[in-house]
T-cell receptor, first 114, second 113 residues
Framework: ETGVTQTPRHLVMGMTNKKSLKCEQH?????MYWYKQSAKKPLELMFVYSLEERVENNSVPSRFSPECPNSSHLFLHLHTLQPEDSALYLC?????????????FGQGTRLTVV | AQSVTQLGSHVSVSEGALVLLRCNYSSSVPPYLFWYVQYPNQGLQLLLK??????LVKGINGFEAEFKKSETSFHLTKPSAHMSDAAEYFCAVSYNQGGKLIFGQGTELSVKP
């Protein structure tokens, strides 16, 4: 496996369910991110992890709970979601060794909340 | 707050025609600038980036972009469109960390035969 891998690719869940999204990066990067891509809205940065420490939480509701157990893995735990949380959730990673390094994205998890 | 504006949510060109996708940013401090492409049901792939070296940046698939500080712009061009260029294109900026990106709204490019 190379790059950034996200599982599952598609997820349908009810509002009372608990599920988790998984992201794994094989690039040796030291920072990982969760982005939300909703229809007709710009991509929104949700969480930033640098060296496994959460360094940013952009006013995301507590029904989204990230976890970064090591530098290669990132999870997004979901519970009691709302229909408006349906979106494409993208994971990204980067090597923060200097300015201007780019992010590498996974293929995303398409989440539908019913 | 910093922002990125992409003029035109949808651009349609004929195969072989010039592609021009516009991007402007709002900041007094020049950021690092990126163009990403997203094909249907895929993640984002980096096309090119500007990091304060040459103002004309060449990327993959024949795309290039020019950073113009005076116009706070970073427009994406390709001399001759190909059918395979049909996708959504995102302009993004970062200021201190490459993965902390502020995105524009995206421009969907259609290519007609």
């Amino acid at each position: 496996e190379t790059g950034v891998t996200q599982t599952p690719r598609h997820l349908v869940m009810g509002m009372t369910n608990k599920k988790s999204l998984k992201c794994e990066q094989h690039l040796g990067h030291n920072a990982m991110y969760w982005y939300k891509q909703s229809a007709k809205k710009p991509l929104e940065l949700m969480f930033v992890y640098s060296l496994e420490e959460r360094v940013e939480n952009n006013s995301v509701p507590s029904r989204f709970s990230p976890e970064c157990p090591n530098s290669s893995h990132l999870f997004l735990h979901l519970h009691t979601l709302q229909p408006e949380d349906s979106a494409l959730y993208l994971c990204a990673s980067s090597q923060e060794s200097g300015a201007g390094t780019e992010a590498f994205f996974g293929q995303g998890t398409r989440l539908t909340v019913v | 707050a910093q922002s990125v504006t992409q003029l035109g949510s949808h651009v349609s060109v004929s195969e072989g025609a010039l592609v021009l996708l516009r991007c402007n940013y709002s900041s007094s401090v020049p950021p690092y600038l990126f163009w990403y492409v997203q094909y249907p049901n895929q993640g984002l792939q980096l096309l090119l980036k500007y990091t304060s070296a040459a103002t004309l940046v060449k990327g993959i698939n024949g795309f290039e972009a020019e950073f113009k500080k005076s116009e706070t712009s970073f427009h994406l061009t390709k001399p001759s469109a190909h059918m395979s260029d049909a996708a959504e294109y995102f302009c993004a900026v970062s200021y201190n960390q490459g993965g902390k990106l502020i995105f524009g709204q995206g421009t969907e490019l259609s290519v007609k035969p």
